[in-house]
């Protein structure tokens, strides 16, 4: 499960999740001071911009790797709680989002998504760039995803939060490793084992990083299984 931190830059990686902790900190204080609970003193909402910066590179990345090390033990559904433990620094990725665009030098990555459903972001130097880095070059160009195609629902079936109708397109895998629905373009990507992971990674999608972000659902041989249910057929285009 270590080996997402192989190409990890320290500085940076601490330096990501800090401002993104910081800008969740602001989001919850303010919700907390229009619509807190009378229990809670503007003391402590004020604390929100402090407490989750300082908890975003010191509790996060042990929570998050224990779900990754339970994931890769095989244990269901464990990668759904990195996807709940990021509802507490998704509020700010937004600010982060606006940040980058507007002040680039102060995130230091190539792209930054609106949304980030990984709940601690590991900056690698292939997603903070450089001028080795051709324009328009991606990590995947000599890798053609072995996936490819539409996964189609086995019958009528409520998963994932999806309701799917019997043989209606589920995902769309596509040659970049990404992963697509017919309503979400950017639903997420699929490692090189099979493991379609939700939300898109900054930078480049490396097919090879198994464990940067929890599994929901997984493509063995020609079909779809969330957990231990078979839900679906992978077919052509």
């Known amino acids: 499960m270590f080996g997402i ?11 990501v999740n800090v401002l993104r902790g910081a800008a969740a900190g602001v989001v919850w204080m303010v919700v907390f001071l229009v619509r807190g609970s009378p229990d809670m ?21 042990i929570i998050s790797g224990f779900f990754r090390m339970l994931t ?24 982060i989002y606006i940040l980058h665009k507007v002040k680039p030098e102060l995130v230091p990555v190539q792209e930054y998504n609106f949304l980030t459903w990984n709940p601690f972001i590991i900056v690698t130097k292939s997603m903070v760039g450089g001028p080795a880095k051709e324009a328009g070059s991606r990590k995947t160009d000599s890798v053609k ?14 998963v994932l939060g999806f309701n799917w109708s019997a043989k209606q397109t589920a995902f769309e895998i596509h040659d970049d490793w990404s992963v697509s629905t017919p ?3 950017s639903f997420g990507w699929i490692d090189i084992q099979g493991g379609i992971h939700k939300g898109r990674p900054l930078g480049d999608i490396d097919p090879k990083a198994t464990l940067s972000s929890g599994v929901i659902a997984k493509v063995q041989g020609s079909t779809l299984w969330v957990g231990s249910e078979k839900i679906g057929e992978l077919a052509g285009w």
Request: hydrophobic share 50%; with cysteine.
């Open 145 to 158: 995803c072995a996936y490819t195609g539409r996964i189609l629902a086995d019958k009528d079936t409520t």
């Open 41 to 61: 003193s503007r003391a402590m909402a004020f604390m929100f911009p402090i407490g989750l910066p300082i908890g975003m590179i010191t509790i996060m990345p």
């Open 5 to 15: 931190f192989k190409d990890a830059m320290v500085k940076e990686t601490l330096w």
């Open 183 to 185: 309503n979400d373009h």
């Open 72 to 95: 890769s033990m095989g244990v269901p559904f464990m990668g759904l709680g990195n996807i709940v433990i990021a509802l507490l620094v998704v509020p700010g990725d937004p600010i």
